[in-house]
T-cell receptor
Framework: EPEVTQTPSHQVTQMGQEVILRCVPI?????FYWYRQILGQKVEFLVS????????KSEIFDDQFSVERPDGSNFTLKIRSTKLEDSAMYFC?????????FGQGTRLTVV | GQQLNQSPQSMFIQEGEDVSMNCTSS?????WLWYKQDPGEGPVLLIA?????ELTSNGRLTAQFGITRKDSFLNISASIPSDVGIYFC?????????????FGTGTLLAVQP
């Protein structure tokens, strides 16, 4: 069964460093998302992406964040200068029509 | 922005009991989705609802899309220990450039064998 895959599963980085979280959406899907979940809290919308551009972004998705679909398969989230409060699980999701499927997440720890 | 409130926040039940949880919004959604999340894992899609009033089942799970399009509920019948996890509703809003999938606050379910 097709699935959304995310790498790495866990990333530890020093404060101020740049990180890139990678996602491979399901191959025929057209809409892509990034979400953040701080431990024990709700799943927060960051950004949606369609037709090679951002559709919508939340107030969390500030200038430190960017997304890219560099080729036909990958969808990346870059955090330019990480802060301690960026520590969270980051989930990628994709959908073709109305059903959105999620990856297993990347646990980002900023130290 | 849109908010989805789920209730209850948590439930502690005995194996075999039925469970009901709901999700309400101040906004209308085109589609409601229900997900389950196990610790350290990504949300897994359980049920999708596409039109107001729709009632859909998936095994022991039943969900309904509210008539007003601003709410949805999920029932789990005859709960078992592996039902433990966090259940999230999510509303999909489509239209024009809008392409937003918003998650509810979650309901933590604990099942005692």
């Amino acid at each position: 069964e097709p699935e959304v895959t995310q790498t790495p599963s866990h990333q530890v980085t020093q404060m101020g460093q740049e990180v890139i979280l990678r996602c491979v959406p399901i191959s025929n899907h057209l809409y892509f998302y990034w979400y953040r979940q701080i431990l024990g809290q709700k799943v927060e919308f960051l950004v949606s992406f369609y037709n090679n551009e951002i559709s919508e972004k939340s107030e969390i998705f500030d200038d430190q964040f960017s997304v890219e679909r560099p080729d036909g398969s990958n969808f990346t989230l870059k955090i330019r200068s990480t802060k301690l409060e960026d520590s969270a699980m980051y989930f990628c999701a994709s959908r073709f029509d109305t059903e959105a499927f999620f990856g297993q997440g990347t646990r980002l720890t900023v130290v | 922005g849109q908010q989805l409130n789920q209730s209850p926040q948590s439930m502690f039940i005995q194996e075999g009991e039925d469970v009901s949880m709901n999700c309400t919004s101040s906004s209308i959604f085109n589609t409601w989705l229900w997900y389950k999340q196990d610790p350290g894992e990504g949300p897994v899609l359980l049920i999708a609802l596409y039109k107001a009033g729709e009632l859909t089942s998936n095994g022991r799970l039943t969900a309904q899309f509210g008539i007003t399009r601003k709410d949805s509920f999920l029932n789990i019948s005859a709960s078992i220990p592996s039902d433990v996890g966090i259940y999230f509703c999510a509303g999909l809003l489509l239209g024009g450039a809008t392409n937003k999938l918003i998650f509810g606050t979650g309901t933590l379910l604990a099942v005692q064998p």
